[in-house]
Nanobody, 124 residues
Framework: QVHLVESGGGLVQAEGSLRLSCAAS????????MGWFRQAPGKEREFVAA????????SYGDSVKGRFTISRDKAKNTVYLQMNSLKPEDTAVYYC?????????????????WGQGTQVTVSS
């Protein structure tokens, strides 16, 4: 059973940076796509970024392009989300997700496995 655990969330001032980590276990991730989504109170879940585990191809949501970077470390079975130039509107719970079909999808229902989420709060 695939298990995902996020870490690295916290409180940061606007224009600051944070790096989120997602430790993956319980599977062989070659062929998977790994994604980050976020959900703010009262809002729908939003696609943030995705990466192909095998070849590192990436995809980003429009609101984070140029500020966030997704990467993965195959040796550590970990996916990262480097977030720079943070804005108050980036405040949300951030979730890591795994898609066994390998599609860099921006829609949550393509992902079969989800972490518990980590809170990111950006103050103005």
């Amino acid at each position: 059973q695939v298990h995902l655990v996020e870490s690295g969330g916290g409180l940061v001032q606007a224009e600051g940076s944070l790096r989120l980590s997602c430790a993956a276990s319980g599977g062989t991730f070659s062929g998977y796509a790994m994604g980050w989504f976020r959900q703010a109170p009262g809002k729908e879940r939003e696609f943030v970024a995705a990466i192909s585990w095998s070849d590192g191809i990436t995809s980003y949501g429009d609101s984070v392009k140029g500020r966030f970077t997704i990467s993965r470390d195959k040796a550590k079975n970990t996916v990262y989300l480097q977030m720079n130039s943070l804005k108050p509107e980036d405040t949300a719970v951030y979730y890591c997700a795994a898609n066994p079909k390998g599609v860099l999808a921006g829609i949550g229902h393509f992902y079969d496995y989800w972490g518990q989420g980590t809170q990111v709060t950006v103050s103005s």
